[in-house]
């Protein structure tokens, strides 16, 4: 995208997301695409980044892992595998390792169904795969600390086995000196040292002449001496020797292993691009999530639909400090491609005017922007700005003379690809003559078929604005009663500039009020004294409009509240009459189900059987339970009916009523946990706690 000056990206800010977007990147690729963010103009381009950092912020709010968690920088290791000859370390080996881990974690992530929901995340590894021969190499040779295993070649360890002995025996012997010293008390310390990569013991220094060995040296003080005993120098020269060649192996064995991974170098470079990549993404995602950008439609001709778009910057910063942000809402189509916005100075008119420009630049960059998911935005091939005072000193130029060189080169260059800022356009030469080139700028900006928003407080612009195809006003909100700005934007109609008004407000004396508006031209002051009152007088009827939505809204609610209701009765009615036509209970269906299995049953035994008869005895017991099941339930219904259960304290005398075949008798004896019921003539032993105390019911009697 070319854009106009050279500044632009700093006038509107650009850089300062950058800066954010960098903050929010954790590996030194990841910040470095950040620090390189370009505007792109190809719209595949443009959606797939959008889609990603889409994707990427779907993930952080569903709290679903992604595993690009490694952030090393590792371009000395993989530099290293592209020179000849060159060695690894065991930790730079790991580091590598845990770069193919990582890429192996996020190949796993993408299973079928995640390949489809996150495509655009699945884009950026598409092209590559993960080569479990690197971990191989590197797990053949090295073991999960990074140290060289003893195993990884036969000489290795052979000479650690050696080393092993070796350093055994040495210790041995240094336990029998330590202990002859300690017995003489010539020891300054009783643990051993080791200096210059001999093993050493403290002795006091008025008796280093009377053990015999090597002196390697002497503390600060000069009271304790270093001394390598004789018995002692040749086990030291064996080990040492043996550690020579163990580096040796040591250092073979990694340049060999060095040189297998070399040929994977490609794969790998790929591997850390990737993480890189994705970094970038996720740093898109949270400032995303911080300044709540969203993912637009995009569309492939030039267009502006912002629906409820924040300044971003403006935003983060009235949120730190509990400030409300006024969103805007701008479109500029084929028909009406320039919006000229007036209003009173400090009514958020250059605010407006660079939301829409950072938002652009931040689409066309690939971030999500802080709008409504249903803005429409086109991608544009070039943008123009001209905000504030941009006189050149270098050129000595005036503020009119370098507004109209800009001008200039807008005229000359804009196309229907083009969205250009102007920020009080006509200003800083006389009112009616500058106001004349303006309108000659804004005609031919508008035969150009360029898009673009113009700032200004001239009368005559706000009067072309009807009358030129392609042009259309807006203006500022401003409360007339307390002399602050709303910072809405309205479109269709031109706005004041309140100039009286504020003075007034003020306390400016009457008469110097007076005589300015005798100086104004007539209809110059009818006119903006008209806008004025029309302003005004639009604010009521959007108040009057507010409350009358409010009240639609509230109408609306207690209809669908009488629905749900209605609807809840209509269906309880349904469910009641339901229940009323269906006799058969879900224990009978049970039963049938139950009977219907075992008539099938002794169906398929009677055809098997010898003994018919006593099949069809079993299947007469079966068919004739129900029956003796619906007697037993009539009897508890009666005794139900006659019956009343007043307790479960049961003494001898009482009439109980036994729980588990529901039976009434007389309690004639407890025995500890027992109890014997009289039932008729037939004494019945049962449990205590099966008991419960009844009395008759009294018998209702009619009057």
């Not at 709010?61 to 090393?72: S, T």
Request: one cysteine or more; hydrophobic letters at 40%.
């Amino acid at each position: 995208m070319k854009y106009f000056p050279e500044s632009a990206l700093m006038q509107l800010e650009f850089d300062k997301v950058q800066a954010l977007l960098q903050e929010h990147c954790k590996t030194e690729l990841g910040k470095q695409m950040a620090a390189d963010l370009r505007l792109h103009t190809h719209i595949d381009y443009v959606r797939t980044a959008l889609q990603q950092a889409h994707e990427y912020k779907q993930l952080v709010l569903l709290q679903e892992h992604f595993p690009n968690d490694f952030i090393l920088n590792l371009k000395t290791e993989l530099r290293l595998l592209s020179i000849q000859g060159a060695v690894l370390t065991g930790e730079q080996a790991m580091a590598l390792r845990k770069l193919t881990e990582s890429m192996h974690s996020i190949v796993r992530f993408f299973d079928h169904d995640r390949r489809i929901t996150y495509s655009g995340l699945y884009e950026v590894i598409k092209e590559t795969h993960y080569e479990k021969k690197i971990t191989a190499i590197i797990d053949e040779v090295l073991d999960e600390t990074g140290q060289v295993r003893d195993n990884a070649s036969k000489e290795l360890q052979s000479i650690r086995v050696s080393l092993f002995r070796k350093r055994t025996e040495l210790r041995r012997v240094f336990d029998r000196i330590l202990q002859k010293l300690q017995k003489l008390n010539y020891l300054a310390d009783q643990e051993e040292a080791f200096l210059n990569g001999r093993r050493v013991v403290a002795i006091y220094a008025e008796n280093k002449r009377m053990v015999k060995g090597i002196i390697h040296g002497e503390s600060d003080t000069r009271k304790t001496a270093f001394l390598e005993p004789d018995e002692t120098i040749e086990l030291n020269n064996d080990i040492q020797s043996l550690e020579r060649e163990e580096g040796r192996e040591v250092y073979r064995i990694l340049r060999a292993m060095t040189a297998s991974l070399s040929s994977y170098s490609g794969l790998l470079n790929s591997y850390h691009e990737i993480l890189g990549v994705y970094d970038f993404i996720r740093g898109k995602a949270k400032l995303a999530l911080d300044m709540d950008g969203n993912y637009p439609t995009l569309v492939p001709h030039a267009q502006l639909h912002l629906v409820q778009a924040y300044h971003p910057l403006l935003l983060l910063y009235n949120r730190k400090n509990s400030k409300p942000t006024i969103p805007v809402n701008i479109s500029l189509d084929k028909d009406a491609h320039i919006l000229v916005i007036s209003g009173p100075n400090a009514g958020g008119k250059t605010v407006t005017l660079k939301t829409v420009g950072l938002i652009q630049l931040m689409l066309q960059s690939g971030l999500l922007v802080p709008v409504h998911p249903s803005s429409q935005l086109g991608i544009f091939k070039q943008l123009m700005i001209h905000i504030g005072d941009t006189q050149s000193l270098e050129f000595e130029l005036s503020t009119y003379s370098s507004h109209l060189k800009n001008m200039k080169y807008f005229m000359e260059n804009a196309n229907g690809r083009t969205l250009f800022f102007i920020d009080e356009l006509g200003s800083g030469s006389d009112p009616n003559l500058g106001g004349a080139f303006a309108e000659v700028i804004m005609e031919e900006l508008a035969k150009k078929h360029a898009f673009g928003i113009v700032t200004t407080h001239y009368l005559n612009l706000k009067v072309m604005a009807n009358k030129v195809r392609g042009i259309i006003n807006g203006a500022m909100g401003f409360d007339e009663q307390t002399l602050m700005p709303m910072y809405k934007l309205m479109i269709g109609k031109p706005g004041s500039s309140y100039t009286f008004s504020i003075a007034e407000r003020i306390g400016l004396q009457p008469s110097l009020i007076a005589r300015a508006k005798k100086l104004v031209d007539e209809g110059h002051f009818q006119l903006d004294k008209l806008l004025n009152k029309a302003e005004q007088d639009l604010q009521k009827v959007e108040s009057k409009e507010k409350e009358l939505q409010k009240l639609l809204k509230e109408n609306e609610r207690l209809k669908k509240e009488y629905e749900v209701l209605a609807d809840k009765e209509r269906k309880h009615q349904q469910i009641t009459f339901m229940k009323l036509q269906n006799q058969i209970k879900e224990n009978d269906l049970q039963y049938l189900k139950d009977m219907e299995r075992k008539l099938k049953q002794i169906v398929a035994e009677w055809k098997r059987a010898d003994d018919k008869e006593k099949v069809m005895k079993q299947a007469e017991i079966l068919l004739f339970r129900r029956r003796e099941k619906q007697q037993n339930e009539q009897i508890n219904r009666k005794i139900q009916d006659k019956f009343e259960e007043v307790g479960r304290q049961c003494q001898v005398g009482d009439q109980v009523k036994i729980l588990s075949n529901r039976q009434v008798g007389r309690l004639i004896e407890i025995r500890d946990k027992r109890a014997i019921v009289q039932l008729g003539n037939i004494p019945i032993n049962v449990k205590l706690s099966d008991l419960v105390v009844v009395q008759e019911k009294p018998k209702e009697t009619v009057d």
